[in-house]
């Protein structure tokens, strides 16, 4: 290699894996759900669950899961308690949702300062 050859030190870029999961809404729906993040409040652990879109774009822009032309605030979002339970000797989670108005107001607040943040620091 002389000084005139160049190195190609860029590696593709891999995306992480989605982590869906299938559930049941209220009127016994399915519906497919993304794991957005996990957190912790005052010792307990909770999910923070979105709305799951098929990626149907071919496009390659960062904003795109599949419907770029979507309002990027229409997601729904839903915080759920994590619970850990064994079945067969296996350790699982179950999601349930917080009945608490007051406690899942304070949820929501947590969430919000924590994506907040996450923009702060993503605009440095």
Not at 43 to 58: Q, T
Not at 78 to 95: A, R
Not at 105 to 110: N, P, R, S, Y
């Amino acid at each position: 290699m002389n000084s005139n050859d160049q190195l190609n030190t860029q590696a593709p870029i891999e995306e992480e894996p989605r982590d869906l999961i299938e559930g049941i809404d209220e009127d016994g729906n399915n519906v497919l759900l993304e794991v957005v993040r996990y957190f912790f409040y005052n010792g307990e652990e909770y999910v923070v669950l979105g709305d799951a879109h098929e990626s149907d774009c071919d496009c390659e822009c960062e904003h795109c899961e599949g419907c770029a032309d979507e309002d990027e605030d229409a997601v729904n979002l839903y915080i759920m308690k994590v619970v850990e339970t064994e079945e067969d000797g296996e350790e699982m989670e179950t999601f349930e949702p917080v009945e608490d108005e007051a406690l899942l107001e304070k949820l929501i607040d947590v969430v919000q300062a924590d994506f907040e943040a996450d923009e702060a620091f993503d605009d440095e």
